[in-house]
């Protein structure tokens, strides 16, 4: 515990305007907390937010993690962080590893530093792709970590999320910040964009447009998929719960699905008319490229501190996924003129 804290203040979400951090905002302030974004608007879009916009609680400031000062400046007022940001999906990181790079490690460690200047408590948020190529029956928080080579860019994710989670652990042993760590397992919902290698909504969007469904590999890979509105509420009460400090916990999916299956219930649920067609990885990314065939969660951990339980069934996702990329096909664009409402500080 920070000494001599004051009251309640607000709660800062790196990344607000992405994917996750969008639903995450949403629900803070549903749950009446005053809440600052703060977004570089890179992968993330002022859309994403579009339904909160003008929250009277809802400060959003549009900057990068990379600079010092506009994360001191954002987190002047609060004493909570969700530490979202980062840049994110398979593409985008094998297309351009050192920005990859630099946000995930710099801007994070630029946030870790910011909020014990702050006396702020930090949710930071990991990934599976930390474990990389361990394909143990259910993958529990100590697990071993099984990386391909580093000069590999597609494990340079996997290698800043992981000095990410260590940075948190020793300010957390030396410094005293109070941080939880979470582990995000393949999280799906309406929102997420398939333009940097999301599988889920680029093969809904697919399977929407009449086209095949292009699944990469044998398609006999497997992932557990969780739904982003079980996700977000075990964020926050994992954040909220004191045991949590030093720790870090799997929030995954309970049903574990092969990618050629997955694609098999997209058509079936969305009655389309498409097919499947398999493409070999060297032809979606490069030669050489590496991919875990098999990625299980052990959700025990959170299930015993908050009660975690993934209960939205597949299915449900897929047609929310469906009605939300129909909804902005309409819209006819992902950037809304909402970019205003944004208020640059750097
Ligand atoms: N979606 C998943 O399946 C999944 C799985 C594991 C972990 N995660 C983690 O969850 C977090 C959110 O991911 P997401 O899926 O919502 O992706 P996203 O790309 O939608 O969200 C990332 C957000 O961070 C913003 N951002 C990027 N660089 C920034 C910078 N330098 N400064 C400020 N903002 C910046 C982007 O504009 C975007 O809004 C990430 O930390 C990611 O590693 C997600």
Known sequence: MY???????????TGGAGFVGSHLVEYLLELGE???VLDDLSTGSTRNLAGVADHPRLEMIHGSIL????????????????????????????EQPLRGLRINIHGTENVLTAAIEQQASVLLVST???YGKNTADRLREDSDRVLGDPLLSRWTYAGAKGIDEAFAKAYHDQEGLEVSIVRLFNTVGPRQTGRYGMVLPNLVGQALRGAPLTVFGDGLQTRCFSAVDDVVPAMVDIERDP???????????AREISILDLAREIIRTLDSRSEIQLVPYEQAYAPGFEDMRRRVPDNTKAHDLVGYEPRTPLTTTIMRVAADLLARERLGSDAMPLVGAFRGVN
Do not use: W
């Open 3 to 13: 000494p001599g804290r004051g009251p309640r203040r607000k709660t800062l979400v």
């Open 34 to 36: 005053d809440v600052v």
């Open 67 to 94: 600079n010092p000062q506009t994360v001191a400046q954002a987190m002047r007022t609060c004493d909570r962080v969700f530490h979202l940001a980062a840049a994110v999906g398979v593409k985008l990181i094998v």
């Open 128 to 130: 599976s792709e930390v």
């Open 243 to 253: 045991r949590s400090r030093g720790q870090a916990y799997n929030l995954g999916g």
